[in-house]
Nanobody
């Protein structure tokens, strides 16, 4: 019954910023671990960032360190994206799980997913 809905995607120029939001319902929001993944056309869905509320965090993939920030409040997880590049173009997905440990970068470890929001970065 847990549901995740992403918003905030759009089209920006290189160097621009976007803030994604993921609204969560039906679960224990203050104890779930949260993450963002992204998938470009023809590629696999890859890890971007995770907030491990019960076991430490946040964590980021190397390509977004210093540019992206993951945060959360009671019922929403956010991804602030600055200094965007064309390689950031993808559909961004929010994910949640009651408890994620050292396997936080693995897609199969998350029980709940949103429908995705499109981010396009042009040159």
């Amino acid at each position: 019954q847990v549901q995740l809905v992403e918003t905030g995607g759009g089209s920006v120029r290189t160097g621009g910023s976007l803030k994604l939001s993921c609204t969560i319902s039906g679960g224990a929001f203050n104890t779930y671990d949260m993450a963002w993944f992204r998938q470009a056309p023809g590629k696999e869905r890859d890890f971007v960032a995770a907030l491990r509320r019960n076991s430490g965090g946040p964590h980021y993939t190397d390509s977004v360190k210093g540019r992206f920030t993951i945060s959360a409040d009671l019922n929403t997880v956010y991804l602030q994206m600055n200094s965007l590049k064309p390689d950031d173009t993808a559909t961004y997905y929010c994910a949640a799980d009651p408890w994620i440990g050292r396997n936080f970068q693995e897609r199969a470890e998350y029980d709940y997913w949103g429908q995705g929001t499109q981010v396009t970065v042009s040159t």
